[in-house]
């Protein structure tokens, strides 16, 4: 069966300073794998998509980038955090055509 | 781009009532649409989706409606359970091989009491 694993699950980090976030999952191949941002009492905001190694779409401009160094590898990076960047990050996966399946998160405070 | 609207923001039922939720979606190329259950620091957990060629489907006391026309959809949730409390959140993507490609709505708390 498939598994998403997302760490760190808890994370706080001085303003400047940088980011790394880690997303593997195991027992597929190919996955479509996405970057989630939910900010406190808002829905899911769609941050980074994936369809291939290499592969990295961007949905809205931010202080956030992301890459696919692997085939089931998924990470978002910052080179200096903002205050603003603080929020719980979900990494999610699927196969073409088929729902996505959302990791455990990752609560990022940034003091 | 899509904007999901979701009401109630908050929803408090007493064990075995139903309780339902409402979204609507302003983009009419979306033809996917899942409904995601998360608890208090937990992912979300897909609990139910529907696509555009359905009108209805159900799956024990979860059900979804989904109105094309009107750009709405709604879960519905009978014999409600103490265990049924968590924030629910409707979704929608017109993402073809991508459904992860989701535009979320802003969530629903639910209470059931006991």
């Known amino acids: 069966s498939q598994t998403i694993h997302q760490w760190p699950a808890t994370l706080v980090q001085p303003v400047g300073s940088p980011l790394s976030l880690e997303c593997t999952v195991e027992?597929?191949?190919?996955?479509?794998l996405y970057w989630y941002r939910q900010a406190a009492g808002r829905g899911l905001q769609l941050l980074f998509y994936s369809v291939g190694i290499g592969q990295i779409s961007s949905e809205v401009p931010q202080n956030l980038s992301a890459s696919r160094p692997q085939d089931r590898q998924f990470i978002l990076s910052s080179k200096k955090l903002l205050l603003s960047d603080s929020g719980f990050y979900l990494c999610?996966?699927?196969?073409?055509?088929?729902?996505?399946?959302f990791g455990q998160g990752t609560r990022l405070t940034v003091v | 781009g899509e904007n999901v609207e979701q009401h109630p923001s908050t929803l408090s039922v007493q064990e075995g009532d139903s309780a339902v939720i409402k979204c609507t979606y302003s983009d009419s190329a979306s033809n996917y649409f899942p409904w995601y259950k998360q608890e208090l620091g937990k992912g979300p957990q897909l609990i139910i989706d529907?696509?555009?060629?359905?009108g209805e489907k159900k799956d024990q006391r979860i059900a979804v409606t989904l109105n094309k026309t009107a750009k709405h959809f709604s879960l519905h949730i009978t014999e409600t359970q103490p265990e049924d409390s968590a924030v629910y959140f409707c979704a929608a993507s017109s993402g073809g091989s991508t459904l992860g490609r989701l535009y979320f709505g802003r969530g629903t708390q639910l209470t059931v009491w006991p």
């Open positions: 027992g597929t191949s190919n996955p479509n």
């Open positions: 529907i696509r555009s060629n359905v």
């Open positions: 999610a996966w699927s196969v073409p055509k088929k729902e996505a399946f």
